[in-house]
């Protein structure tokens, strides 16, 4: 079946660093990847989608200079939190999906800010 | 995007069906009805998903109303492990629309399957 790989599991970064999260498909190559931010005890929230070689489309309301997303290849998304702040603190999630049909999510990120 | 209404939560004793609802009255004839579950600190796992007729897998299955207005996840004989949070989802089909492809998830229904 279809393997999405999220890394790292978890971070613990100080006030003001940058933190990058990779999403890799492992056994199928993933035409869009999504990235979600779940607060605890909410539901995912979608922050962007991106496919492979073009600009990432930010939902609204996520600022896209802070959360910089590269989709280099059809099997590697990267989402970069810069200058976290402890608001950032969250759980990310990525999703791969194969021709738009059929969704696999990592493992997720905690991050926490300090 | 449809949205759908989901119980907030539910109990189930082990062993038993387990048959989560879901209302999704505005869906439209080409959008999918997905199901996923997460579980605690976990990224969400793919049930099982259908259009208009029901669907059976090795996990789990979906009952789709005739006016499609309505659908029921069942999960035939429910176990500690499948205790999580359960999310029905209506996905888009419209490749020229601005939202094609995304999965935009409520609240879901916590599901605690108890001994």
């Known amino acids: 079946g279809a393997v999405v790989s999220q890394h790292p599991s978890w971070v613990i970064c100080k006030s003001g660093t940058s933190v990058k999260i990779e999403c890799r498909s492992l056994?199928?190559?993933?035409?869009?990847m999504f990235w979600y931010r779940q607060f605890p005890k909410q539901s995912l929230m979608l922050m962007a989608t991106s496919n492979e070689g073009s600009k990432a489309t930010y939902e609204q309301g996520v600022e896209k200079d802070k959360f910089l997303i590269n989709h280099a290849s059809l099997t590697l998304s990267t989402l970069t939190v810069t200058s976290a702040h402890p608001e950032d603190s969250s759980f990310y999630i990525c999703?791969?999906?194969?021709?738009?049909?059929?969704?696999?999510f990592g493992s997720g990120t905690r991050l926490t800010v300090v | 995007d449809a949205k759908t209404t989901q119980p907030t939560s539910m109990d189930c004793a082990e062993g038993r069906a387990a048959n989560l609802p879901c209302n999704h009255s505005?869906?439209?004839?080409?959008?999918?009805v997905y199901w996923y579950r997460q579980i605690h600190s976990q990224g969400p796992q793919y049930i099982i998903h259908g259009l208009k007729n029901n669907e059976t897998n090795e996990m789990a299955s979906l009952i789709i109303t005739e006016d499609r207005k309505s659908s029921t996840l069942i999960l035939p004989h429910a176990t500690l492990r499948d205790t999580a949070v359960y999310y029905c989802i209506v996905r888009p089909n419209n490749a020229g629309g601005t939202s094609y492809g995304k999965l935009t998830f409520g609240q879901g229904t916590i599901l605690t399957v108890h001994p």
């Open positions: 999703s791969a999906s194969k021709q738009g049909d059929g969704y696999t």
């Open positions: 056994d199928f190559q993933a035409t869009t």
């Open positions: 505005t869906i439209s004839g080409n959008e999918y």
